[in-house]
């Protein structure tokens, strides 16, 4: 079984910036791709980020681009999201997600982490 847990929400100011962890269990770290969606109130739980098993691809979406950055460390078993130039609109819940295959929907998604909660205040 696949076990996640994010860690660095927290309230910031528009402008600002949160850096998001998830540590994965990690005899399956290495295989699977690693995403960040989140989810508002009142809203489908949409894509954010995605990386590829090796690190080697990444995907992004429209309304994060230029502003977060995903990444991986192997050695710690971890997926980081950077998030700068945070917005009101980026308020959400964030969830870490794994899947071995290399997809872009949260349905496709077996495994999640328990959220954490990112405020950007205007």
């Known amino acids: 079984q696949v076990q996640l847990v994010e860690s660095g929400g927290g309230l910031v100011q528009a402008g600002g910036s949160l850096r998001l962890s998830c540590v994965a269990s990690?005899?399956?770290?290495?295989?699977?791709?690693m995403g960040w969606f989140r989810q508002a109130p009142g809203k489908e739980r949409e894509f954010v980020a995605i990386?590829?098993?090796?690190?080697?691809?990444?995907s992004y979406a429209d309304s994060v681009k230029g502003r977060f950055t995903i990444s991986r460390d192997k050695a710690k078993n971890t997926v980081f999201l950077q998030m700068n130039s945070l917005k009101p609109e980026d308020t959400a819940v964030y969830y870490c997600a794994a899947d071995p295959q290399y997809s872009r929907y949260a349905h496709n998604y077996d495994y999640w982490g328990q959220g954490t909660q990112v405020t950007v205040s205007s």
């Open positions: 990386i590829s098993a090796s690190g080697g691809s990444t």
């Open positions: 990690r005899r399956t770290f290495g295989v699977y791709t």
